[in-house]
């Protein structure tokens, strides 16, 4: 796709065939030209996502002097609330749990009556750098607690490498070529925190030529991918975009977003178990190892780890300081200590540069020179000869 834009004075020039290319945006003050070489993009308005006034996105943050301390302090709070709301029913989540649960359902269904391959991809999880991570951490679960399904990860750059080039590019050093994972009509789930990574905004579209039970994992509800995936059919029962609904956050250390997205992750996983392991036929094809008081504890575990967070942050769910946080306490002081082997070299660096550019400066070696002033070269001449070795080691080690 080719895009033009265009603040100049009166319209673009285009052939009279293609006017319908020209589209005004900002109070007609710029011009968009658009050219899609597979299809006409539609109207250049439709595809954006607004920012203004719009409930369905997040506010920035309030500014603040320590952004990473905040984003820590705050991650006990969004577990609680991503927990509470995934209990109540009080976001649209759970709706897009029934629709993934009953997806499963199907496909598990349809490959017990043989209409579908053995080894194709029941669950297909994608994306890029931290998302990706989780991703891996997601599906290692999923195999792990059912044996029989066909789990795969892979990033979302592996896919547009070898599915979206005219000219497929090898995937070296990776399980994935051409033909060799069957994806159609596989579940697949997007992760991405900011819902517009370009790679995988870019395998929303792909994928959509082999599958249409895509899924999505994100910070908001209105994103680049979410627009995507709402436009492939229509129903309030077809929802496809988990949210954390933790929106922006401009830090840039990775801390609360990574933490909501897992615990999101969880609570989907939780949903896949009691899906599965509630009907018979679903728990045999799945090869769900799963028992009750498996999931008992899952639960369990779910619930206490918030309680264990606001240990190792020091800070509650309700946003006040922790008195007596003994494993916040404790990872402050070993983080302390980590600085200080982290702040080593550049202390050595800085140590060197100063030793060097006063003895050259000042024509003083510190051997040398004190050997000089307590005249030790008049009795002994040659001992010079040794002391300059020494100077000349102590140039050579002292980074060391």
Not at 167 to 172: L, N, S, T, V
Not at 297 to 323: D, P
Request: some cysteine; proline content about 5%.
């Amino acid at each position: 796709e080719l895009c033009l834009l265009d603040w100049g004075i009166g319209p673009p020039t285009v052939s009279e065939a293609a006017p319908h290319l020209i589209q005004p945006v900002m109070n007609e003050d710029l011009t968009v030209t658009l050219v899609q070489e597979s299809k006409y993009p539609g109207r250049f308005y439709d595809r954006l996502v607004p920012i203004e006034g719009n409930p369905l996105v997040l506010p920035l943050p309030p500014t603040s002097k320590e952004p990473v301390g905040d984003d820590i302090r705050s991650i006990p709070k969004e577990l609680e609330r991503i927990q509470h709301d995934w209990v109540v029913g009080a976001s649209p989540n759970r709706l897009t749990a029934w629709n993934l649960g009953r997806q499963l359902r199907k496909r598990l269904t349809q490959k017990v009556e043989g209409t579908i391959e053995k080894d194709a991809v029941d669950v297909l999880i994608v994306g890029c750098e931290v998302s990706l991570w989780l991703g891996e951490q997601f599906a290692a679960d999923l195999s792990l607690a059912f044996k029989s399904m066909v789990i795969r990860t892979i990033s979302a750059n592996k896919v547009l490498g070898l599915l979206g080039q005219e000219f497929a590019m090898p995937q070296a050093g990776h399980q994935f070529s051409e033909g060799l994972w069957d994806l159609s009509d596989a579940i697949v789930i997007i992760v991405s925190h900011s819902g517009g990574t370009f790679a995988s905004l870019a395998v929303s579209n792909l994928l959509q030529s082999v599958t249409s039970q895509i899924f999505v994992v994100t910070s908001e509800w209105d994103t680049q991918i979410g627009k995507q995936l709402r436009q492939l059919d229509v129903g309030r029962l077809r929802s496809r975009i988990f949210s954390t609904e933790i929106g922006l956050h401009p830090a840039e250390p990775c801390t609360v977003s990574v933490a909501a997205t897992h615990q999101l992750l969880t609570q989907i996983f939780q949903h896949i178990a009691y899906v599965l392991h509630e009907d018979p036929t679903t728990r045999e094809a799945s090869g769900c190892v799963l028992k009750t008081s498996d999931l008992e504890e899952l639960e369990r575990c779910n619930r206490s780890c918030i309680e264990a967070l606001e240990e190792i942050v020091g800070t509650t769910r309700h946003g006040h300081a922790l008195k007596g946080a003994e494993a916040e306490k404790d990872l402050r002081r070993k983080g302390a200590h980590w600085a200080q082997h982290v702040l080593e070299s550049p202390r050595a660096w800085i140590m060197c540069a100063i030793y060097i550019l006063g003895t050259v400066t000042a024509r003083f070696a510190l051997v040398t020179g004190t050997a000089t002033f307590t005249g030790i070269f008049d009795t002994y001449p040659d001992l010079v000869y040794a002391t300059c070795f020494l100077d000349a080691l102590i140039y050579l080690f002292l980074p060391q």
